[in-house]
């Protein structure tokens, strides 16, 4: 079975400055997705960012970027020019195949934007 | 498009209760979850649903837990009886399903449940 590590419960940032959360994961799949997902308070889990473990290359969204270890199964989140919108429970997840499969979570980590 | 809606936001039971949680996917979604999110922690899949049928209910608490997606399309998961460990969120989520390639997931507002 798989498992997902997320070491920090929680970040602080100044607003407009860059912030990396960390991820690592542990699987014996070849084939399979990982993901950021952001909750605010309201609950809504909303996706930031995927990166399909066949590709190379680091996905990238806006402000958002990944770096995407395979060897080390490693998938860290950055984000750069922090916005106090940015400030929720940020959380890394693994699925095999093409998402169709359930979500395997991280236990999260609380990104505090400090104005 | 309407997304993935949850019913009711908030319930509060006593223990040994009854209760159950109500979601409708989006239109056309065949896959449907429900995951448990206890407070503190990250999402834990109960139940995935292809269509009508259970595709994953390895985490599923069946002595408790039970879930029903009968005509393809809503679905109800309901919990007797409660217990107190049974307090969390309860996210519904859906998936164009099928094919090969990405799906995304797109989650409900989710159901916050306390158990007395």
């Known amino acids: 079975a798989q498992t997902v590590t997320q070491s920090q419960p929680e970040m602080s940032v100044q607003e407009a400055e860059t912030v990396t959360l960390s991820c690592t994961y542990d699987?014996?799949?070849?084939?399979?997705?990982l993901f950021w997902y952001k909750q605010p308070p309201s609950r809504q889990m909303i996706l930031v960012i995927r990166?399909?473990?066949?590709?190379?290359q680091n996905a990238t969204e806006n402000r958002f970027s990944v770096n995407f270890q395979k060897a080390a199964k490693s998938f860290s989140l950055k984000i750069s020019d922090s916005q106090l919108g940015d400030a929720a429970m940020y959380f890394c997840?693994?699925?095999?195949?093409?998402?169709?499969?359930?979500?395997?979570f991280g236990k999260g980590t609380h990104l505090i934007i400090q104005p | 498009e309407a997304g993935v809606a949850q019913s009711p936001r908030y319930k509060i039971i006593e223990k040994r209760q009854s209760v159950a949680f109500w979601c409708n996917p989006i239109?056309?979604?065949?896959?449907l979850y429900w995951y448990q999110q206890i407070l503190g922690q990250g999402p834990k899949l109960l139940i995935q649903?292809?269509?009508?049928?259970?595709?994953?209910d390895s985490q599923l608490p069946k002595d408790r837990f039970s879930a029903e997606r009968l005509k393809g399309v809503d679905s109800t998961l309901k919990i007797q009886p409660a217990k107190l460990e049974d307090s969390a969120v309860y996210l519904c989520?859906?998936?164009?399903?099928?094919?090969?390639?990405?799906?995304?997931?797109?989650f409900g507002p989710g159901t916050r449940l306390t158990v007395l």
């Open positions: 990166q399909e473990a066949y590709k190379q």
């Open positions: 239109s056309g979604h065949a896959t």
């Open positions: 699987t014996s799949e070849s084939d399979y997705y």
């Open positions: 997840a693994f699925s095999h195949g093409g998402g169709a499969d359930g979500l395997t």
């Open positions: 649903f292809q269509n009508n049928g259970v595709v994953d």
């Open positions: 989520a859906s998936n164009r399903g099928g094919g090969s390639g990405y799906n995304e997931q797109f």
